[in-house]
């Protein structure tokens, strides 16, 4: 059985959009391309309502871009379970009322008992800062948290 990784919205973010002349951004989208193309077949990828909303919004040719790429992957449910430790990563201060989405993100990869959580915010969830009170919380609340990566640190060999 592969490990399952829920792939968070930055993810199909860069993995879409246009090349950029930002060093950092094309940076981040060479390697999400180089993960997309080597390492994807190696897990099962899952995604949620969460992802599919974010993709939708801004530019209707580019969300129509990430829309295709996230049709085929199964989209896991936003269940009670999920709103209420979404609502306690906030309570508890792991991640800002601001960024509510992102407490969601990794409440359902953690309620789903999933492996590895994919992202690129690096602001609210891979985060070095924040990362052991994500831990904390959701260990509290009786889930294995998902290990928070970015595409550079999920390489099989």
């Given at each position: 059985?592969?490990?399952?990784?829920?792939?968070?919205?930055?993810?199909?973010?860069?993995?879409?959009?246009?090349?950029s002349?930002?060093?950092r951004?094309?940076?981040?989208?060479?390697?999400?391309l180089?993960?997309?193309?080597?390492?994807r077949?190696?897990?099962?990828?899952?995604i949620?309502?969460f992802?599919t909303?974010?993709?939708s919004?801004g530019?209707?040719?580019?969300?129509?871009r990430?829309?295709?790429v996230?049709?085929?992957?199964?989209?896991?449910?936003a269940t009670?379970?999920?709103?209420?430790?979404g609502?306690t990563?906030?309570?508890?201060?792991?991640i800002?009322?601001?960024?509510?989405?992102?407490?969601?993100?990794?409440?359902?990869a953690?309620?789903?008992?999933?492996?590895?959580?994919?992202?690129?915010?690096?602001?609210?969830?891979?985060?070095?800062?924040?990362?052991p009170?994500i831990?904390?919380?959701?260990?509290?609340?009786?889930y294995?948290?998902?290990?928070?990566?970015?595409?550079?640190e999920?390489?099989?060999?």
């Open positions: 059985m592969r490990p399952k990784v829920y792939i968070e919205t930055s993810i199909i973010g860069y993995l879409t959009a246009r090349p002349n930002d060093i951004a094309a940076a981040n989208q060479n390697a999400t180089e993960w997309w193309d080597i390492q077949p190696k897990f099962d990828l899952l949620s309502e992802v909303a974010e993709a919004l530019d209707s040719e580019a969300a129509q990430r829309l295709m996230i049709a085929e992957i199964p989209e896991l449910e009670e379970e999920v709103r209420v430790l609502q990563l906030i309570s508890q201060g792991a800002p009322q601001k960024a509510e989405i992102d407490a969601y993100h990794v409440a359902i953690a309620v789903n008992g999933l492996e590895y959580l994919l992202t690129w915010n690096c602001t609210h969830i891979a985060n070095a800062i924040m990362r009170k831990e904390a919380i959701c260990r509290s609340c009786g294995e948290p998902p290990i928070i990566c970015t595409p550079q999920l390489m099989e060999s």
